[in-house]
C-alpha cells in the first residue's frame, strides 16, 4: 500500500506538469517596439487550441485606437516549445491617425514554465519583403489558467470568428468568381427553410440610385461557408462558396416598394461557425461595407431605401 501511495504522489505532480507545459488556452499580456515613442505599446491576447498537425486560435489585438481580431495559424514544437504563427497583419507602429499601415508579420514564441505560471515570451518579425520597414515587436504572455479549459478555447473562437475582421478586397478580389443575373431562381427546399428562419434587419441604408451592384465575399478566413442570397424575399441565387472574389449582383431596386431587402442565407456554418460574410454595396461613387453573420436559425438581412430625389429651388 505505500509503495502504491508514493508511486501515486510521483505520477500527479508528473501529470499536472505536463498540463502546466502547454501552449494551448488563453495567453495575455503587451508587446513593444524599441523606440522612444512611448504610444508603441500593443495590448494582445491569444487564443490557442490543437488542430490535426497543427495549431489555430484567435489573436487580439489593441493599438492606440484600433482594435483587431484574427484567425491565426502555425505550428508549436512541444520538444522544444517553440511556438511560430504566420501571415498576421500587425499594425506598423509608426501609423498615424486615419492613415493606418499593415505589416506582414510571423509571431515566434517559446513557451517558459516556471512555479509562479507559464509565459510565452518572443517577438512578431516582420516577413523577408517587410524586414527592412517593420520593427520587431517584443512581448511576454502570461498563461490566464481559469480561461484556458477546451469549453472556454471554443466559446472564444465561436465569439470572435472573423466578427471583428478588417480585411479588405485587393485589385485582385474586385474581380467576381461569378455574376448573378437578377432573376428567380426556383429551389424549393431553401425557400421553405429561408421563411422559417427568423430575419435579422443587420443594417438600414439610403441610397441614391435605382441600381445597384452588390458583392460578397468572405469575411477574412477562407472556412467553406456557402450562402444563398435572397432579393425581396425572391431567391437569386444558393449554394454560393464564400471566398476572397466576389460573388457579384447587379440589383435593379422596385422602386414601388418604400424598401428593398436583401437576405443572406446560412446554407452551412463553414469549419467554424458562424456564417460570416463581407457585403460591399456600391451606390455610382459610393460604397457601403456591411459585415453579416448568420446561422442555421437566423437569416441576415439588409433594408435598402431610395433617397427622395432632390428638387431644384426655383429662381
Given at each position: 500500500m505505500t509503495k502504491l501511495i508514493w508511486l501515486a504522489l510521483l505520477f500527479f505532480p508528473l501529470q499536472a506538469s505536463s498540463q502546466s507545459q502547454s501552449v494551448f488556452g488563453y495567453w495575455y499580456g503587451f508587446g513593444k517596439v524599441d523606440t522612444r515613442v512611448s504610444t508603441n505599446?500593443?495590448?494582445?491576447e491569444l487564443v490557442l487550441q490543437p488542430e490535426k498537425g497543427f495549431v489555430k486560435g484567435i489573436l487580439n489585438y489593441y493599438f492606440r485606437d484600433t482594435y483587431r481580431s484574427i484567425q491565426v495559424k502555425g505550428n508549436y514544437n512541444s520538444n522544444t516549445r517553440e511556438l511560430s504563427l504566420y501571415n498576421i497583419p500587425v499594425i506598423y507602429h509608426g501609423s498615424r491617425a486615419n492613415i493606418e499601415v499593415d505589416c506582414m508579420m510571423t509571431m515566434k514564441a517559446t513557451l517558459r514554465v516556471?512555479?509562479?505560471?507559464?509565459?510565452?515570451i518572443g517577438a512578431f518579425v516582420g516577413m523577408p519583403e517587410y524586414r527592412n520597414t517593420c520593427n520587431d515587436i517584443n512581448f511576454n504572455l502570461a498563461l490566464n489558467a481559469d480561461a484556458s479549459k477546451q469549453d472556454s478555447v471554443l466559446k472564444a473562437i465561436r465569439e470572435y470568428k472573423e466578427t471583428?475582421?478588417?480585411?479588405?478586397?485587393?485589385?485582385?478580389?474586385t474581380l467576381p468568381s461569378v455574376n448573378i443575373v437578377q432573376r428567380k431562381v426556383i429551389n424549393y427546399v431553401v425557400e421553405n427553410r429561408f421563411r422559417e428562419r427568423e430575419n435579422i434587419v443587420t443594417k438600414e441604408i439610403e441610397v441614391e440610385s435605382d441600381s445597384l451592384q452588390?458583392?460578397?465575399?468572405?469575411?477574412?478566413?477562407?472556412?467553406?461557408?456557402s450562402i444563398s442570397v435572397f432579393f425581396n424575399n425572391?431567391?437569386?441565387?444558393?449554394s454560393q462558396k464564400l471566398s476572397t472574389r466576389s460573388i457579384h449582383f447587379t440589383l435593379a431596386l422596385d422602386t414601388t416598394k418604400s424598401y428593398n431587402e436583401v437576405g443572406m442565407f446560412a446554407d452551412n456554418l463553414g469549419s467554424i461557425p458562424p456564417n460570416t460574410a463581407l457585403m460591399i454595396v456600391t451606390d455610382g461613387k459610393k460604397q457601403y461595407e456591411i459585415r453579416l453573420s448568420s446561422s442555421l436559425d437566423k437569416n441576415a438581412t439588409i433594408r435598402i431605401k431610395r433617397k427622395p430625389p432632390t428638387q431644384k429651388k426655383k429662381g
Amino acid at each position: 500500500m505505500t509503495k502504491l501511495i508514493w508511486l501515486a504522489l510521483l505520477f500527479f505532480p508528473l501529470q499536472a506538469s505536463s498540463q502546466s507545459q502547454s501552449v494551448f488556452g488563453y495567453w495575455y499580456g503587451f508587446g513593444k517596439v524599441d523606440t522612444r515613442v512611448s504610444t508603441n505599446n500593443y495590448m494582445v491576447e491569444l487564443v490557442l487550441q490543437p488542430e490535426k498537425g497543427f495549431v489555430k486560435g484567435i489573436l487580439n489585438y489593441y493599438f492606440r485606437d484600433t482594435y483587431r481580431s484574427i484567425q491565426v495559424k502555425g505550428n508549436y514544437n512541444s520538444n522544444t516549445r517553440e511556438l511560430s504563427l504566420y501571415n498576421i497583419p500587425v499594425i506598423y507602429h509608426g501609423s498615424r491617425a486615419n492613415i493606418e499601415v499593415d505589416c506582414m508579420m510571423t509571431m515566434k514564441a517559446t513557451l517558459r514554465v516556471a512555479q509562479a505560471g507559464s509565459n510565452l515570451i518572443g517577438a512578431f518579425v516582420g516577413m523577408p519583403e517587410y524586414r527592412n520597414t517593420c520593427n520587431d515587436i517584443n512581448f511576454n504572455l502570461a498563461l490566464n489558467a481559469d480561461a484556458s479549459k477546451q469549453d472556454s478555447v471554443l466559446k472564444a473562437i465561436r465569439e470572435y470568428k472573423e466578427t471583428y475582421q478588417v480585411w479588405k478586397p485587393s485589385a485582385y478580389d474586385t474581380l467576381p468568381s461569378v455574376n448573378i443575373v437578377q432573376r428567380k431562381v426556383i429551389n424549393y427546399v431553401v425557400e421553405n427553410r429561408f421563411r422559417e428562419r427568423e430575419n435579422i434587419v443587420t443594417k438600414e441604408i439610403e441610397v441614391e440610385s435605382d441600381s445597384l451592384q452588390v458583392d460578397f465575399y468572405d469575411n477574412g478566413e477562407i472556412d467553406g461557408d456557402s450562402i444563398s442570397v435572397f432579393f425581396n424575399n425572391n431567391l437569386l441565387a444558393f449554394s454560393q462558396k464564400l471566398s476572397t472574389r466576389s460573388i457579384h449582383f447587379t440589383l435593379a431596386l422596385d422602386t414601388t416598394k418604400s424598401y428593398n431587402e436583401v437576405g443572406m442565407f446560412a446554407d452551412n456554418l463553414g469549419s467554424i461557425p458562424p456564417n460570416t460574410a463581407l457585403m460591399i454595396v456600391t451606390d455610382g461613387k459610393k460604397q457601403y461595407e456591411i459585415r453579416l453573420s448568420s446561422s442555421l436559425d437566423k437569416n441576415a438581412t439588409i433594408r435598402i431605401k431610395r433617397k427622395p430625389p432632390t428638387q431644384k429651388k426655383k429662381g
